[in-house]
Each structure stands twice: as structure tokens, then as C-alpha cells.
């Protein structure tokens, strides 16, 4: 059974917007540190986003700050990714990831804190 789930991939020209979105199997998710990754072939997995229990603290990459933006609702059980202004370099398979504890701490980029991965969505920005 998959437990985070992202949709809403796609392909965009530059300077376009898309969200994706993370649905959680469980609401205990909820209360957890969450993380989106992206990730291009050949390359590690990077961190680019992270929001703590109750949207408290949030954290970016640089390469994305400013024009990304996380988010969650806690009623739905979700967790989103609004990304503006988006350019090729954004091009990338997107994923989100559960972290167990309310704090992300300050190695909330890396991969190996995280315990629960969806399967990606793909997002293509072309110039």
C-alpha cells in the first residue's frame, strides 16, 4: 500500500506555474515533518522544501526560494507544492517524503532522514 501519493506533474513552458500535491494514506502524517525532493537521472536526490507539524517553520532551497512555496492541509490530509516562475533547470521527477517527528531539524534536505516516499510525478519545463 503506497502511503504518500503525488499527482499533478506535467509539462510547462518557463516561466509557467504548477502544483503538486501529496496525499497522505494516514492523518498521523500530519503531525509529521514532510519534504519535497526532486531528482534528475544521474543525479542525486535533493531536497528543496520542508514544512513541520502545523505549517510552523518552512525551508528552501535556494534554487527554488522564492518562487516555491510549501503547504498543507491537514483536513485533507495533503501537502502541496506551488511552483512559479518555473525553468528548465526545474525539470526534474518530484517527490514527497515523510519524516517521523514534528521538527525537521537542520538536515531537513537530506534524503536520509526521511522514512516514507511516494512513487514521483514528473515535472518538464521546457524553454
Known amino acids: 500500500q503506497e502511503v504518500l501519493v503525488e499527482s499533478g506533474g506535467g509539462s510547462v513552458q518557463a516561466g509557467g506555474s504548477l502544483r503538486v500535491s501529496c496525499a497522505a494514506s494516514e492523518a498521523f502524517f500530519n503531525y509529521w515533518c514532510m519534504g519535497w525532493f526532486r531528482q534528475v537521472p544521474g543525479e542525486e536526490r535533493e531536497g528543496i522544501a520542508s514544512?513541520?507539524?502545523?505549517?510552523?517553520?518552512?525551508h528552501y532551497d535556494d534554487s527554488v526560494k522564492d518562487r516555491f512555496t510549501i503547504s498543507r492541509d491537514t483536513d485533507k490530509n495533503m501537502v502541496y507544492l506551488q511552483m512559479n516562475n518555473l525553468k528548465p533547470e526545474d525539470t526534474a521527477m518530484y517527490y514527497c517524503?515523510?519524516?517521523?517527528?514534528?521538527?525537521?531539524?537542520?538536515?531537513?534536505?537530506?534524503?536520509?532522514?526521511?522514512?516514507?516516499w511516494g512513487q514521483g510525478t514528473q515535472v518538464t519545463v521546457s524553454s
Open positions: 517524503a515523510a519524516k517521523i517527528g514534528r521538527v525537521c531539524g537542520n538536515k531537513w534536505f537530506s534524503q536520509t532522514e526521511y522514512t516514507y
Open positions: 514544512i513541520t507539524d502545523g505549517s510552523t517553520f518552512t
